[in-house]
């Protein structure tokens, strides 16, 4: 069957496998992307770990925190002038106020009014592309972060025991390192509960079909499948990463060893990681 240059090229985009392993794999598997993928994997010549789809076009993120609720949005445009026009930037940040103000999911009247607006004073077309709220109680904050002058942007959730810990510098600290941990390593799951059980079930299937090529005996392929998966689930997972600061500890160790210091447990329970032109 024929295979089209752009379906290669996206594969290629999404495993880095090569240009004609990308071909094969797609002839392999009749033309089926997902087919295909695997079959990269399972020769080890994809990445294990899912990404997201690359940047497709320009814009910013933008982030705004209340009292008792942050949101973070992307605004898209067509070129990077714009992105970088102080309208535009003006435009994020009132639409992050409004995002703020209703209780829809959506972008309301309002919002799509101000878009509007702007779109007539710079001449190009601009979308609220996506946005997303997170609610702050009591006993968390929620620190933001914004890379690249607006090319990717970050909101973690902490939470503790005892309200005042917050309010500590250290853990002010630490909630912004963390910040720029996701933004540099853009971790798939917060811990190894988040993944879905589907997905754990194929990278197993995934790594002993590896294990196999390589012509281990049966009685090894556990062993090798589990230190595979341990591994793996360090590269994915928040919690399991090597900290930015500290690569000799991972996050849930630094974050362990701030809350015996301080006397309150301190967790991560929510992040977002927003990039501009993103495939979501």
């Not at 033309?31 to 994997?41: M, N, S, V, Y």
């Not at 609720?69 to 002038?81: N, Y």
Request: aromatic residues 6%.
């Amino acid at each position: 069957m024929e295979i089209k240059a752009a379906e290669v090229k996206k594969l290629r985009q999404k495993t880095g496998a090569g240009m004609v392993d990308c071909k094969n794999a797609l002839v392999k598997a009749e033309g089926d992307p997902a087919k295909a993928e695997r079959f990269l994997k399972e020769l080890g010549l994809a990445a294990a770990e899912k990404r997201s789809g690359r940047a497709t076009n320009q814009g910013s993120v933008f982030t705004k925190i209340k009292e008792n609720e942050a949101v973070i949005l992307e605004v898209g445009c067509e070129t990077d002038f714009v992105a970088n026009n102080e309208d535009f930037a003006v435009l994020g940040n009132d639409l992050a106020e409004l995002a703020l103000k209703t209780d829809s999911i959506e972008p309301d009247d309002e919002m799509k009014e101000r878009v509007t607006e702007t779109i007539s004073t710079i001449k190009e077309n601009i979308s609220l592309k996506r946005f997303k709220k997170i609610k702050i109680s009591d006993n968390e904050i929620v620190v933001d972060y914004i890379h690249g002058g607006g090319s990717i942007g970050i909101l973690v959730k902490f939470q503790s025991e005892k309200k005042e810990a917050l309010s500590d510098n250290r853990v002010k600290a630490l909630a912004f390192d963390c910040a720029l941990h996701i933004a540099a390593y853009n971790p798939e799951y917060l811990s190894r509960a988040d993944i879905p059980s589907e997905y754990v079930t194929e990278q197993e299937e995934i790594f002993t079909v590896q294990a196999k090529n390589l012509g281990r005996p049966e009685k090894v392929l556990e062993g090798i499948v589990k230190g595979k998966m341990n591994k793996h689930f360090g590269e994915i997972c928040f919690l399991e990463q090597a900290f930015v600061k500290d690569d000799k500890q991972s996050v849930e160790k630094v974050l362990k060893a701030l809350s015996n210091e301080i006397g309150s447990k301190i967790t991560v329970t929510e992040y977002i990681y927003y990039r501009v032109g993103e495939e979501v």
